[in-house]
């Protein structure tokens, strides 16, 4: 299983974009790249799963170059209740998920 | 979506005592289940990977003896940590895996104290 570097903290403040970015330089062909966010006492949750190039939902976008060995997570204008730890992935779909230490994102007001 | 349920939400023992933690795959039907647990600060870690109706398969530093898994329907896998003792004390979450090529989706958790 490919593994996954963050960085350990952000600081933030409201209304600004954030980006955080994953290395993953072992990722594999059939490897996707999924990222979850985990508020204090809760299960993770899911964000975005892409595979190359640009994802974007109703909550963030993904940007994976073409060597897919790294991957940024962009959160537009976040707000306070944005503040929680977010895990970068990489692996099969039926694999077992190894978690990283994440990047703990604190937004100010 | 999908729901994952967890039960009990948290729960206190006895040092010495068992305690059983349920993981329901609510509204669609799993053959794959994973269990982590997660201390204070600190990342996930996986525990074992639950197959419905085969054994489960324990990571490595992970007593099999001491966490069973049981997996007896696609809808439910129970963790039961045995002999508890304070330092089992942790967040247990679990993930169900829906679909053969579809995410995995984590329940709630479950804090356990062992006093």
């Known amino acids: 299983l490919a593994k996954t570097t963050q960085p350990i903290s952000m600081d933030s403040y409201e209304g600004q974009e954030v980006n955080i970015t994953c290395s993953h330089n072992n990722i594999a062909t059939n490897d996707y790249i999924t990222w979850y966010q985990q508020f204090p006492s809760q299960g993770p949750r899911f964000i975005i799963q892409?595979?190359?190039t640009k994802v974007t939902n109703e909550v963030a976008s993904l940007f994976i170059p073409a060597d897919r060995k790294s991957s940024t997570l962009s959160l537009p204008r976040v707000s306070l209740s944005d503040t929680a730890v977010y895990y970068c992935?990489?692996?099969?779909?039926?694999?077992?998920?190894?978690f990283g230490t994440g990047t703990r994102l604190q937004v100010f007001p | 979506g999908a729901v994952v349920s967890q039960h009990p939400s948290r729960v206190i023992c006895k040092s010495g005592t068992s305690v059983k933690i349920e993981c329901r795959s609510l509204d669609f039907q799993a053959t794959t289940m994973f269990w982590y647990r997660q201390f204070p600060k600190q990342s996930l870690m996986l525990m074992a990977t639950s197959n419905e109706g085969s054994k489960a398969t324990y990571e490595q530093g992970v007593e099999k003896d001491k966490f069973l898994i049981n997996h007896a329907s696609l809808t439910l896998s129970t963790l039961t940590v045995t002999s508890a003792h304070p330092e089992d004390s942790s967040f247990y979450i679990c993930s169900a895996l829906k679909g053969k090529a579809d995410e995995q989706f984590f329940g709630p958790g479950t804090r356990l104290t062992v006093l």
């Open positions: 892409g595979y190359k």
């Open positions: 992935l990489v692996g099969a779909n039926t694999d077992k998920l190894i």
